[in-house]
């Protein structure tokens, strides 16, 4: 029985030491909607034309570090859905098949990766996030988990990779990554060359992108400085084949941002995105984005934020979305208030405005299930930890 005792208090006092040497973070969140159907059947009804829906989640981050040369981190996602949610949060990705049924929890890991410094290099494995790009939407950069454009505060979901990071001096580094699938040839990777001449960020990425329905390659630059106002520039060069079609398109985005100095301060911004890929005539194939083929159908679009901090514990912000091309436009107005410490609670709205027919709200015949261009309010609570 000693021997039994013995045991089990050295185990207690590994896992004490093993705990005390992990650091433990996250957040709990909850989100309420209330979505404005548009369907006209039920704007007879104010209360049927009303859905409800929400997620609940628990995010739980550890980090440890068992060396100075060796960093890890591991995250797990649980969430529990209600109501009228029709599809997981935040995500545009074609590998992740759409699909309509209700789903009431789902518990996943969403990160889960070693890091390592070299003398010369950073080496990162396992499921990590990869952002590329300077434009918080429209990057034609951003492939390897992008965020849905109508939920751009969302978490960027993490990638199964492994990445090289080399410093090669003070202002430049080299970046590959490489997120392999079941064949080679449907693997992805990248090459990025970054580096600062006369205080402008500037680099250069080489991208292969597969999913089920396309390859591509994509090459580009990206140059971010300031003089008077901030300024970024991108612009890329996409060669796409899909089953026996075969295409090449530009990317191309320019944008500003200023901060009056006003009251606390006074954000502005703005960002043009051109995609010559995509319909100038209001003709749109709405299959693309149900089934995650793209995430805008359009050819020329705005995007335009003003954010301005009331104090310490209010922040008010408005955005918007504009479609150039059929002059539909998303107006998201929020206001986020910190109530406790730690604790912050937003209302927004996500109004889908401009003429019917548009690419943001089609008509029945193109939306017969009304997927899209439902306005909505929204309360979202988080607590961090």
Known sequence: ???????????????????????????MDSRFFFTNTRDEFYLKNVKDNISIGNYNRVRVIFEANPSEETYLNFAID????????????????????????????????DRA??????????????????SWGKSMLWS???????????EPGEERRGVNAVKVYIPISNVSRLEAVYLPENKIDDSRAGLRFSTNIKE????FSLIRDR???????IAGFEIKGEYKIGWWLENAFISE????????????????????????????MAEYFRDTSGSHNKIYDYNLIF???????????????????????????????????????IFIPSLRLNILTNVDVMFGINSFLGPEGGEFKPDKINDPMNLMGNSQFYVWTKVHF
């Open 291 to 329: 089934q995650r083929r793209r995430y805008t159908l359009a050819r020329d679009y705005m995007f335009s934020m003003i954010q301005y901090k009331y104090s310490m514990f209010t922040t008010i912000q408005a955005s918007a979305i504009f479609n150039l091309n059929d002059g539909d436009f």
């Open 113 to 130: 990766y070693m890091e390592f410094h070299f003398s010369k290099m950073d080496f990162t494995a396992g499921m990590q996030k990869i």
């Open 78 to 109: 649980y969430f529990t859905f209600h109501g009228d949610l029709r599809e997981k949060i935040g995500i545009v990705d074609p590998r992740e098949k759409p699909s309509f049924e209700k789903v009431e929890q789902i518990l996943r890991i």
């Open 241 to 268: 084949s899909e089953y026996l079609k075969k295409q090449n398109c530009d990317k191309f985005i320019l944008g500003i941002d200023y901060t009056f100095s006003l009251g606390n301060g006074l954000y502005t």
């Open 140 to 150: 034609p950069f951003d492939v390897f988990k992008r965020i849905n454009v109508f």
């Open 1 to 27: 029985m000693k021997i039994f005792t013995f045991i089990f208090l050295q185990l207690l006092l590994a896992v004490e030491v093993l705990l005390c040497q992990i650091d433990i973070k996250g957040y």
């Open 200 to 203: 402008k960020d500037i680099s």
């Open 211 to 217: 999913n089920d329905f396309s390859k591509k390659n």
